[in-house]
C-alpha cells in the first residue's frame, strides 16, 4: 500500500510560478515507483501532466515542456513538479500519482488556480 499527499497548490497570477509536492510513504522502496503527476481541468478528462522514472529519465505533456520540471528525491520520498510561465490552461486540480507492479496509486489532489 501507498500513500500519497500532495502540497503546493494555490492561486498565483498569469506568469508566476509554484511547486507541488507529493510525499509519500509505504511498504515499498520510493526508489522502485514511477511517479507522475497528472491534472484534470473542470469538465475534461485527467490527463497526463509529467513522469518520472526510476532511473530519473523524465517526459512531458506537450503543453508543459519548457515550462515545467519534474523531479524526485529518493532519500527524502518526495516528487517535486516546479511550475513556470503559468496560465489560465494550467488551472486544474493536480494529482500525484505512483506505478509499481502494475497497480496505480493516487494522492488526494491540489488545487492550482490561475487568475489576475
Known amino acids: 500500500q501507498v500513500q500519497l499527499v500532495e502540497s503546493g497548490g494555490g492561486l498565483v497570477q498569469p506568469g508566476g510560478s509554484l511547486r507541488l509536492s507529493c510525499a509519500a510513504s509505504?511498504?515499498?522502496?520510493?526508489?522502485?515507483?514511477?511517479m507522475g503527476w497528472y491534472r484534470q481541468a473542470p469538465g475534461k478528462q485527467r490527463e497526463l501532466v509529467a513522469k518520472?522514472?526510476?532511473?530519473?529519465?523524465?517526459n512531458y505533456a506537450d503543453s508543459v515542456k519548457g515550462r515545467f520540471t519534474v523531479s524526485r528525491d529518493n532519500a527524502k520520498n518526495t516528487a517535486f513538479l516546479q511550475m513556470d510561465s503559468l496560465n489560465a490552461e494550467d488551472t486544474a486540480v493536480y494529482y500525484c500519482?505512483?506505478?509499481?507492479?502494475?497497480?496505480?496509486?493516487w494522492g488526494q489532489g491540489t488545487q492550482v488556480t490561475i487568475s489576475s
Open positions: 509505504g511498504s515499498i522502496s520510493f526508489s522502485y515507483y514511477v
Open positions: 500519482n505512483a506505478f509499481i507492479a502494475g497497480i496505480d496509486y
Open positions: 518520472i522514472s526510476r532511473t530519473g529519465s523524465t
